[in-house]
């Protein structure tokens, strides 16, 4: 079926480092989004890709969609504090109204 | 304020209980969603729906059922049917109109089956 793979599970970093996430699907995405998971919260949109090759960012959070649309990464620089939460990619495929989540990425930050 | 609330946030049954999860939007979203969460583990589809009186099942909607009488409202029953039902529930809408389509979540139940 289809899948939406996401590595790594856990990321463990020292406040200032940089985390990289990346999300791969086995077949071509209409359009990719990236959600994150406060611990205990509910998930919160963070951006939509949809062009090929795209890249977009927001402060230190830069995103990135794959030429071939079935791949994505997410990379913050110099993480903080605030960063500590699990990050999910969520694939669209076709004109489907359903996304298809990644697994997550939880990111833990050590001050 | 708009948005979409759950109740309650948890929820305590016995095995072979069937219970009623509460989700409502006031977001004026035409489409609306149910997600299961596992500790440690993405969110996997239950149920959608992209107008009233109208639903498709998702990846894992054995032991499960909805009704989406009104557009605000997306009640999910979680039967006894379905074999491991302590999860963290979470619902969702998005509207059609202009992009991005991100979809906006609830803040959850848990539920505990005992």
């Known amino acids: 079926g289809q899948q939406v793979m996401q590595i790594p599970q856990y990321q463990h970093v020292q406040e200032g480092e940089d985390f990289t996430t990346y999300c791969n699907s086995s077949?071509?995405?209409?359009?990719i989004q990236w959600y994150k998971q406060r611990p205990g919260g509910h998930p919160v949109f963070l951006i939509q890709?949809?062009?090929?090759?795209e890249v977009k960012k927001q402060k230190r959070l830069t995103f990135q969609f794959g030429e071939a649309k079935k791949n994505s990464s997410l990379h913050i620089t110099a993480t903080q504090t605030t960063d500590v939460g699990t990050y999910f990619c969520?694939?669209?495929?076709?004109?489907?109204?359903?996304?298809?989540f990644g697994s997550g990425t939880r990111l833990l930050v050590r001050p | 304020d708009g948005g979409i609330t759950q109740s309650p946030k948890y929820l305590f049954r016995k095995e072979g209980q069937n219970v009623t999860l509460s989700c409502e939007q006031n977001?004026?979203?035409?489409?609306m969603y149910w997600y299961r969460q596992d500790p440690g583990q993405g969110l996997r589809l239950i149920y959608y729906?992209?107008?009233?009186?109208?639903?498709q099942k998702g990846d894992i909607a054995e032991g499960y059922s909805v009704s989406r009488e009104k557009k605000e409202s997306f009640p999910l029953t979680v039967t006894s049917a379905q074999k491991n039902p302590t999860a963290f529930y979470l619902c969702?809408?998005?509207?059609f109109g202009g992009g991005p389509y991100e979809q906006y979540f609830g803040p959850g139940t848990r539920l505990t089956v005992t």
């Open positions: 969520a694939g669209t495929m076709d004109s489907s109204y359903k996304l298809i």
């Open positions: 977001l004026n979203h035409d489409a």
């Open positions: 077949t071509t995405l209409s359009n």
């Open positions: 890709l949809v062009k090929s090759g």
């Open positions: 729906s992209q107008i009233v009186n109208d639903f």
């Open positions: 969702a809408s998005r509207s």
